[in-house]
């Protein structure tokens, strides 16, 4: 692997089959989980030369969500969420009674650094939602950087996208 360490997409799905599919679609990833299996996280980093006080995350959508999640759970350096889910906000859907699966229901002094990147017409991840996390983390005392420009639900990842 050169010294890179390799970060999987997940797609929508359950985690058993997200799962599945990445041992079927990534060969390296399938060899990489046999290879190391018996082995400690730490001693596969020094094993390939990650320096795990420099681990950062960038996730899009369902994979923003994650980022934000080891972000505020303190397991990596910094964390980049791009239109990241970080509360359900419907009281009327199951998920939404189960804080702890989201970003905000994390929320305490000293997270890592965060960086969101939020298209302000997103109708799937609504604004209001990531507003209502970054409002929290600021008056925590976390540092958070927040993009929100024109844009829908692909704005992080947008080839053209462009900020003044």
């Known amino acids: 692997m050169n010294n890179i360490l390799e970060i999987l997409s997940m797609a929508k799905g359950d985690p058993q089959s ?6 079927r679609e ?5 060899e990489f989980v046999q290879k190391n299996k ?3 996280p730490e001693d596969i980093a020094k094993e390939y030369g990650v320096d795990v006080t420099r681990i950062g995350t960038f996730g899009h959508s369902a994979g923003g969500h994650l980022s934000l999640m080891l972000g505020v ?8 969420g791009g239109a990241p889910p970080t509360e359900i906000g419907n009281p009327n859907n199951p998920w939404d009674k189960h804080p702890e699966w989201w970003p905000i229901g994390h929320i305490k002094k000293d997270t890592a ?8 017409e997103d109708p799937i991840v609504r604004p209001n939602l990531t507003d ?3 409002k929290k983390m600021h008056k925590v005392g976390n540092k958070v950087e927040y993009i929100k420009a024109r844009g829908q639900h692909n704005f992080s990842y947008d080839y053209a996208l462009e900020l003044t």
Not at 26 to 30: C, E, G, M, V
Not at 73 to 80: F, I, Q, S, Y
Not at 113 to 118: A, C, E, S
Request: charged share 20%.
């Open 38 to 40: 018996d082995k400690r």
């Open 18 to 23: 997200m799962y599945d599919k990445m041992i």
């Open 26 to 30: 990534n060969p390296q990833f399938s």
């Open 73 to 80: 759970k303190g397991l990596v350096t910094c964390a980049v």
């Open 132 to 134: 209502d996390f970054v």
């Open 113 to 120: 650094p965060i960086l969101i990147l939020q298209g302000s």
